[in-house]
Every structure is written in structure tokens, then in C-alpha cells.
């Protein structure tokens, strides 16, 4: 499973800004949206923390198959390796910068 980076539109492709009008504002009154965004958050969160899963995975795979002979080339294995390392070592940090967030907001004084 390999990832990939989408490309960046050119500003020509970014979609004009329309007027708010009291028609689309009724989402945000209602609170509709803030549950839309945290299912949206919650399925982003899942999928991220599959894919590195799913890295990890490869890699023990392709570590087994070089031991057992299965593969020859090294760096096949190598890569799948420093793929998971590099995914893991990310969500990692990710994983310290919202602690280290949630650590502030607890210690705020209102």
C-alpha cells in the first residue's frame, strides 16, 4: 500500500467564495455541523491510523519474507521498513502535540 500526496490546484481552479446568506447559515445554528465534523474527524483519525497499521504489517511481512528467502532483494524490505518507521514515528508526534494541547486548554484559567 503506497501513499499518495494529491497534487496542488492552481489558484484558477480554487472555487470562487460565495455570499453567506441566511439560507446557509441555518447548518451552523442548528449544530449540525460541529457533529458532521467530528464523524468526519473520527473516520479521518480511523483511516490514518489504518494505513500505518497497514505499514506495519507490510513490513513484518516483508522482513519475514527476507528471512525466510522468500525475496532477495534487500532494499524491497528495506523500504517497506523505513515506510512503517517513518508513518509510525509521525503519529507518534501527532499523538504528543494533541496531549501537549489538551494538557494547556485543562490548565487554563477562565
Not at 500526496?5 to 460541529?34: E, K, Y
Not at 458532521?36 to 519475514?64: E, H, M, P, R
Not at 522468500?70 to 518507521?85: C, F, R
Request: hydrophobic share 45%; no cysteine.
Amino acid at each position: 500500500m503506497s501513499i499518495s500526496i494529491p497534487p496542488i490546484m492552481s489558484p484558477g481552479m480554487l472555487n470562487p467564495i460565495s455570499q453567506v446568506t441566511a439560507g446557509n447559515n441555518a447548518a451552523s445554528q442548528t449544530g449540525d455541523g460541529a457533529q458532521k465534523a467530528g464523524t468526519d474527524f473520527a473516520k479521518f483519525l480511523s483511516d490514518a491510523l489504518g494505513q500505518v497499521n497497514a505499514l506495519q504489517v507490510n513490513a513484518d511481512n516483508a522482513s519475514t519474507q527476507l528471512a525466510t528467502g522468500q525475496i532477495q532483494d534487500v532494499s524491497t524490505a528495506m523500504v517497506a521498513l523505513e515506510k512503517a518507521n517513518l508513518s509510525l514515528s509521525l503519529t507518534v508526534q501527532v499523538r504528543d502535540k494533541v496531549l501537549d494541547a489538551y494538557h494547556q486548554i485543562m490548565t487554563m484559567q477562565m
